[in-house]
C-alpha cells in the first residue's frame, strides 16, 4: 500500500513589530485597491507567516460604537482552518492585554491616526 505524505507549510505566529509596517501597509493597499493607507488599516499587533511571506495580520481598529476591537487582513493564502485558528489566537491575544490601545479608544484613535500619517509619507 503506498502511503502518499501531505507537508503542511510552516504557520508562524508573531506580534507585529514596526519593522513590519511597510509589508503590512502593502497588504492592506493591495485588498482596498487604495493608494494611502486610513484609519480602517488600524494599529497592527499580529500577524501571520507562511516560510517567510507574510500571509495575514490582525489590526486594532476603533468601531462604529467606539469599542476597540480589531480587523484580520489577508492575502487569501490560508486555509479556512487556518483563518480559524489566527483568529482565535489572535482574540485571545486581544482579550489578555491590558495596555492602552487594547483598552483605551481615545488613545488607539491617536496611535492610529500617528501610524497612519507616518506611513502615508513614505
Known amino acids: 500500500m503506498e502511503t502518499i505524505v501531505q507537508r503542511q507549510e510552516q ?3 508573531a506580534e507585529a513589530y514596526i519593522s513590519d ?7 492592506f493597499l493591495q485588498m482596498k485597491e487604495a493608494k ?4 480602517n488599516f488600524g494599529l ?22 467606539n469599542e476597540i476591537s480589531f480587523r ?3 492575502k487569501n493564502r490560508m486555509s479556512e482552518a487556518e483563518k480559524r485558528n489566527f483568529f482565535s489566537n489572535t482574540e485571545r491575544y486581544f482579550k489578555n492585554n491590558n495596555t492602552p490601545n487594547f483598552r483605551n479608544p481615545e ?5 492610529i491616526k500617528r501610524m497612519t500619517g507616518w506611513l502615508n509619507l513614505e
Open 11 to 13: 504557520i508562524q505566529y
Open 72 to 74: 484580520i487582513y489577508d
Open 21 to 27: 509596517m511597510p509589508e503590512l501597509k502593502k497588504i
Open 107 to 111: 488613545q488607539l484613535k491617536s496611535s
Open 36 to 39: 494611502k493607507v486610513d484609519s
Open 44 to 65: 497592527p499587533f499580529m500577524l501571520v507567516k507562511k516560510k517567510i511571506e507574510t500571509v495575514a495580520f490582525a489590526s486594532l481598529i476603533v468601531n462604529e460604537k
